[in-house]
């Protein structure tokens, strides 16, 4: 019975060269699909791997581009901060030969006022001596005969500031014998610039003379002076 439901040998024999030339033709389909594939597989992956070495190239070309820029501009940063230094130094330079200036200005200014103030100053003592001298001097003047004729005494005015009085009269023997001594105020103050002969004691007359400003009693200490040294 089994040997009845086999197949005969002849069809089996047909089965498996059928189903041999199916597994071949199954295989040759495969190899031929696969193969192209691979092949369209590769070729996209060149093209990838193209496109993006032509990225990374471009990529590299910008980053160039933009580190020489980026050296220009920080050399040029460079230049612009050391002219602004410059610029720092000449103006901080320039502020404090201003404040030196200014000082200076307001130095001489203070001398100037100074200087303008010792100058009124002195003018009004020069017009103060010179009043007192010419007071002085007319007094004497309207003087003049009396003490000439009781004393031998002259006036004579050597300068705007300077008086001399001259004495005859004086020795007993010498009756002709010239006695003088030389007056000015000064810094309002009288002062001896000149005595002949020179006699002891005209430090404490002047004193007396400048607290009291009585002149002819000094004219008469003096001449007692001169006569004492006879």
């Given at each position: 019975m089994a040997a009845d439901n086999q197949p005969p040998q002849e069809s089996r024999t047909e089965l498996e060269l059928l189903g041999s030339n199916l597994q071949k033709v199954q295989q040759r389909i495969f190899d031929q699909w696969h193969g192209e594939g691979?092949?369209?597989?590769?070729?996209?992956?060149?093209?990838?791997?193209?496109?993006?070495?032509?990225?990374?190239?471009?990529?590299?070309?910008?980053?160039?581009?933009?580190?020489?820029?980026?050296?220009?501009?920080?050399?040029?940063?460079?230049s612009q901060k050391r002219k602004a230094e410059e610029i720092s130094l000449a103006l901080r330079d320039a502020y404090e030969k201003r404040q030196k200036l200014l000082c200076q200005k307001e130095q001489l200014s203070k001398e100037i006022t100074a200087q303008m103030e010792a100058n009124r100053t002195e003018q009004e003592l020069l017009e103060a001596q010179q009043k007192a001298t010419r007071s002085v001097l007319s007094e004497l003047t309207k003087a003049e005969g009396f003490f000439q004729q009781r004393m031998g005494l002259r006036f004579k005015k050597l300068d705007s500031d300077n008086l001399q009085f001259v004495f005859t009269e004086v020795d007993s023997k010498d009756p002709e014998r010239v006695f003088y001594f030389t007056i000015k105020v000064a810094d309002k103050e009288y002062k001896v610039t000149d005595c002949c002969p020179q006699v002891a004691g005209i430090d404490d007359l002047l004193q007396q003379l400048n607290k009291s400003n009585n002149l002819m009693a000094f004219v008469v200490g003096i001449r007692q002076k001169f006569k004492l040294a006879c």
């Open positions: 691979l092949e369209q597989k590769r070729l996209a992956h060149e093209q990838w791997l193209k496109e993006a070495t032509d990225e990374i190239n471009s990529v590299k070309d910008q980053l160039r581009d933009l580190d020489k820029g980026s050296a220009e501009n920080k050399e040029a940063v460079a």
